[in-house]
């Protein structure tokens, strides 16, 4: 594995983060790869990389010790991506190994929508909505306990250093503390599904980034993109249902949702020192208070 030339001068290598074992396992798997970009998101120790191999790109990703969201992905690869991957529209796994917290996939050719006229256009919603219909649909059960496991996750945060006021604070633990729901149903989500895991090329939107899939009520995979994009504009919430074919929010436990995450939200966000989404799920929370 190797690094292109930049001219004199020190280079910065960015397999430099990654262990030994996982170097060893990246000279095994692709002999004599070039990294071609380093795409790694600065917030986390998990290293993404672009690199080239016998003439094709693939994506590197390298976890830390103590990654959980590794896992998450490579299981999500195994057993709910297939119909992305069939029809070209998401990364399909080549190598892994989780011990060494090390994966490889093929490169997902594209823009990233965030930051793009993409992030805003109705068709690139719409195609996310099938997309996201075609995760859930691989598989569903119902879950009795699944409500309270993510009532205790938000609790957690409140623990934890996270920017709520005093009274936000009781009001959330009394919210959750009377929430009472029966058994739901869960389906595969991606966990993080918004525009900047959507990449787009020549008008086809494609899908990365699974690290935090999980078994979850399908509402979830929405609450980020009406908490951003949706809230800005409601017609691209209108072509995402379409494209989804339904709108599985419930209005009985939507709200409610919306609550937890703000809550995960802000208290992740002042963790890793990310003041623009902290204050996105301040927002969250207050919005989520008003409706409850």
Sequence with gaps: MTVPSVGPGPVDDPLARLDARQ???LDA?????VVRAD???????????EVEHAGERY??????????????E???????????????RGPELVHADP??????????PGDLAAGTPAQ???DVHRQAGALLAALHAQERVVDARIEARENTRALAWLDRPHGLAPDVVRRVRDVLAAWEPGPVPIVPTHGDFQPRNWVVADGVVRVIDLGRAALRPAASDLVRMSAQEWRRDPALADAFVEGYGRDPRDPATWWVTCLREGVCTA????????APFEAQGLRMVDEALVRL
Excluded: I, Q
């Design 23 to 25: 170097r060893a396992l």
């Design 39 to 49: 795409h790694s998101w600065g917030l986390v120790p998990t290293r993404v990389l």
């Design 120 to 122: 805003h256009d109705p």
């Design 74 to 88: 490579l299981e999500a690869h195994r057993r709910w991506t297939g119909p992305w991957v069939r029809a070209g």
């Design 29 to 33: 798997w692709l002999p004599g790869a």
């Design 59 to 72: 994506a590197v990703k390298a976890a830390g010790p103590d990654d959980t969201h590794l896992p998450r």
């Design 99 to 108: 011990d060494a917290r090390l994966l490889v996939t093929r490169w997902v």
């Design 267 to 274: 208290g992740w966000a002042r963790m890793v020192g990310d």
